[in-house]
């Protein structure tokens, strides 16, 4: 260790001592604490009270969170850039603010994602896992979609997607 880094560090060391027992005196003598400081340290002036005063904090480091790819995290996304584009007092805003905190309370609660699919008039609801995947959702879709399909179609290939793809 050199003299200069020796140096360095035993002021380094008094102005922490310093700086502790100028918090502890104002804690304890608030207003009145410069009296007490300057008994102990009689070169101290006022200027430096503030200053010594101030903690310094490390900053947090950031989270490390993985993307989330699932059709909901997308969904919000997506009406999050249309929140932030569309004029507040427009009828499409407020549709955007209803589907944003529909979409936002399923999430909470890992609702099961549900799609309504009507073929020939008739109904059917597909239930798809809270944190399905959008490209799994878009094709169910896009195959619901095709001209010709039926129902029963549609059942074999959900089944057999779930066997292939088991969420627990």
């Known amino acids: 260790m050199t003299l200069e880094r020796a140096i360095s560090r035993v002021n380094q060391i008094q102005n922490t001592k310093r700086k502790n027992f100028v918090r502890r005196t104002f804690k304890k003598w608030g207003l009145f604490s410069m009296r007490e400081i300057l008994k102990q340290y009689p070169e101290y002036l006022e200027a430096m009270l503030p200053a010594d005063l101030v903690i310094k904090r490390k900053k947090a480091k950031a989270k490390k969170t993985k993307p989330r790819n699932d059709f909901r995290a997308r969904q919000l996304a997506k009406y999050?850039?249309?929140y932030h584009t569309t004029d507040s007092s427009s009828k499409e805003f407020n549709k955007i603010c209803e589907r944003i905190a529909s979409f936002t309370y399923a999430d909470l609660k890992?609702?099961?994602?549900?799609?309504?699919?009507?073929?020939?008039?008739?109904k059917y609801q597909y239930s798809f896992h809270w944190n399905a995947d959008e490209r799994e959702i878009k094709e169910f879709h896009a195959l619901a979609n095709k001209p010709?399909?039926?129902h029963a179609e549609l059942q074999k290939y959900r089944e057999s997607a779930l066997n292939s793809s088991v969420k627990f």
């Open 148 to 150: 010709g399909i039926t």
């Open 80 to 82: 999050d850039i249309a």
């Open 110 to 122: 890992k609702a099961p994602i549900l799609l309504t699919v009507t073929l020939s008039r008739e």
